[in-house]
């Protein structure tokens, strides 16, 4: 009988057991999809929500402390793996604080994270700047500012910049006028002014949206790296249409980011980078003078090429708005891979290869040895016999992130259009 008895209460612990594994799956669906809808409610991503707003919060909170034995809501989010960055749960404002105490304790907040510069370059933008500049405040990364250098806009972006400069202050939003030699020049001395300091910087172009942890994830990486080794942040992007509907995403890259990618292929776009203020003093030895082929092209090859630390994140954390007066749009359409190819054969990506070799054999002295063997190799496989160029092209060790990207570099050794 005793026996039987134990047999019952052994069934009866493996049914409780079981009951609480449904309960806790059931839980986590509820809680994820709670954040996705609240996300989704707030014009977040809808890929990856990254962060749950107050009202889901408090409900969130409570069925994670009945249903799953305490831990709290940090804990059982965290085991959801839903990508909830869980700073932002002061924003919840459910207790016994005044909201002006809370703003005070939000303020403290942001002032004991990092400084993140945002570096801010307009020309003729004031259909999306507003957008833009917008989703800088929905940052779960609160701690920023804004230098913006107007490159001679003849519309209204001067006016909107300095509508959101009222808004917020100057102290957080500081007008520069751009140097009216281009967005790679305007970009590049914009990071080389003077008085600009931080422990990190973000480059923004004028006509995206960011998605709120598009900071946060870059910070997240930037820190795992010591602060005197440069450092590169760089993501996928989302296409989205002029009327911000979506258009898909950017190229998807496996292959490492390296010195030897960055010489034959960009794959950090600017609108994405969020740099340390390592990498900033590098790029500040660049000659006020050196010819480039675009700005985030040349941060790539300098952080890489010197020793620095290169990280691309397969999350799209940046809405890349595609309109008619993009200056560098999507590039994975086949009328633009056409138009590379005749690009090509043109003398194009000569014509680029020469200029990036030119201004890196200008930094030569603060590439890593290594970089500086790939550099020579590459130059040689671009002269002398076809042998010859197909055996240091070979021995470089470049590459780009496809099979025909690399078969594409093989033909252009061959026929000289390297």
């Not at 890929?47 to 059982?76: D, E, H, M, Y």
């Not at 965290?78 to 809370?102: H, M, R, W």
């Not at 997240?220 to 009327?243: G, M």
Request: hydrophobic letters at 40%.
């Amino acid at each position: 009988m005793s026996g039987m008895a134990g047999g019952f209460f052994v069934f009866l612990f493996k049914c409780l057991a079981l009951l609480k594994g449904i309960v806790n799956v059931t839980l986590r669906i509820i809680i994820s999809n709670l954040c996705r809808v609240s996300v989704a409610s707030k014009g977040g991503c809808h890929i990856c929500p990254p962060r749950v707003w107050a009202p889901q919060v408090s409900i969130c909170a409570f069925a994670a402390g009945v249903f799953t034995g305490g831990g709290g809501l940090k804990n059982q989010l965290e085991k959801v793996a839903i990508g909830v960055n869980t700073t932002c749960l002061a924003s919840d404002n459910s207790g016994s604080e005044t909201n002006g105490q809370g703003a005070v304790a939000m303020l403290g907040q942001a002032q004991s994270l990092p400084k993140v510069v945002i570096l801010l370059c307009t020309y003729h933008g004031q259909y999306y700047l507003a957008d833009q500049l917008e989703s800088f405040t929905a940052q779960i990364h609160s701690n920023w500012d804004v230098w913006a250098s107007d490159d001679g806009s003849k519309d209204d972006t001067h006016a909107i910049l300095e509508s959101y400069q009222r808004k917020w202050s100057a102290d957080r939003l500081s007008i520069h006028f751009g140097p009216s030699e281009g967005f790679a020049v305007n970009f590049l001395s914009l990071t080389y002014k003077a008085g600009i300091e931080a422990e990190y910087y973000a480059y923004s172009d004028q006509d995206d949206i960011w998605e709120s942890d598009h900071l946060s994830r870059a910070l997240n990486w930037l820190k795992t790296v010591p602060p005197d080794i440069p450092a590169l942040y760089s993501s996928r992007t989302r296409y989205i249409s002029e009327d911000g509907s979506d258009q898909g995403f950017s190229a998807l890259f496996n292959k490492p980011p390296s010195f030897c990618n960055a010489l034959v292929q960009n794959i950090a776009g600017a609108n994405t980078m969020v740099f340390n203020q390592a990498a900033r003093l590098l790029l500040t030895k660049t000659p006020s003078q050196l010819n480039i082929v675009s700005h985030d092209w040349w941060v790539y090859m300098l952080v890489s090429g010197c020793g620095g630390r290169v990280f691309y994140d397969s999350y799209p954390g940046v809405r890349y708005r595609q309109h008619d007066n993009n200056i560098v749009g999507q590039n994975m359409t086949v009328l633009v891979r056409l138009q590379r190819l005749k690009g090509l054969l043109a003398g194009r990506l000569k014509n680029w290869n020469e200029i990036n070799l030119n201004a890196l054999n200008e930094m030569s002295p603060f590439l890593t040895d290594e970089n500086r063997d790939v550099l020579s190799l590459f130059g040689k496989a671009r002269c002398g016999s076809v042998f010859s160029r197909v055996y240091n092209l070979y021995h470089s060790g470049v590459y780009r992130q496809t099979l025909a990207g690399n078969i594409g570099l093989l033909f252009a050794a061959i026929l000289r259009k390297l």
